[in-house]
């Protein structure tokens, strides 16, 4: 079965400050690995995905996440946060023979002036 | 192109009422997934629909919870005799046929009174 931690559920950071989002997955097949970010009261949206390939992967609004297999690991980074970027932010997983998502419960970004 | 659309988006009911939760997905899209999201907990997977067909239930509770995409028309979360433990947020999803990301609605926040 796969599994999804988000390590962190309350990140506090300063404009224009960096920040990393942690996600660590379990799974005994190959996965697909995503981003949502959810915005209050809204649906989810995808900030970025890892199907294959590179296994940096650059997203909207300026985030990145790099696939790591031996730690299976896929850790959302942005260089520079702005105000706009406060939202909760959900990593996600699916087995690459099936339509099943597995989520984090999500880590809640809040970007301080 | 419209997203996916899901109404109501608010919905109160007393306890032991029905609920109907609706979802059309993105056009062009066929295969639809539900999705619950508790307060504070990320989303756990319901049900995955193609038209006409229920494709893997397993996340559904075995009572009361049922789904549906017919040919026309939207899909159809029913919830019946509700209780305040189904209050929540119900998310929809679609995506195509052989496709690896899936696009949510922005929800329908139940609460059972």
């Known amino acids: 079965a796969q599994s999804v931690t988000q390590l962190d559920s309350q990140v506090p950071v300063f404009e224009e400050a960096p920040v990393e989002l942690r996600c660590n997955y379990s799974s005994s097949v190959s996965v697909y690995l995503f981003w949502y970010v959810q915005y209050p009261n809204q649906g989810l949206q995808l900030l970025l995905k890892y199907l294959s390939g590179s296994t940096l992967v650059k997203g909207i609004n300026g985030f990145e996440a790099e696939f790591n297999k031996s730690q299976t690991s896929f850790h959302l980074r942005k260089p520079s946060v702005h105000i706009s970027d406060t939202a909760e932010y959900f990593c996600?997983?699916?087995?690459?023979?099936?339509?099943?998502?597995?989520f984090g419960t999500g880590t809640s970004l809040t970007v301080i002036p | 192109n419209a997203g996916v659309m899901q109404n109501p988006r608010h919905l109160v009911r007393r306890r032991g009422q029905e609920a109907r939760l609706r979802c059309s997905p993105m056009k062009g899209h066929s295969h639809v997934y539900w999705y619950r999201q508790l307060p504070e907990e990320g989303l756990k997977f319901m049900v995955y629909?193609?038209?006409?067909?229920?494709?893997?239930e397993s996340g559904m509770p075995k009572e009361r919870f049922s789904a549906e995409f017919p040919k026309e028309g939207p899909s159809i979360l029913r919830i019946q005799q509700v209780v305040r433990g189904d209050s929540a947020a119900y998310f929809c999803a679609s995506s195509p046929e052989h496709a690896y990301e899936q696009y949510f609605g922005p929800g329908t926040r139940l609460t059972v009174t």
């Open positions: 629909l193609q038209k006409e067909n229920i494709i893997d």
């Open positions: 996600a997983v699916s087995k690459n023979t099936g339509n099943q998502f597995y």
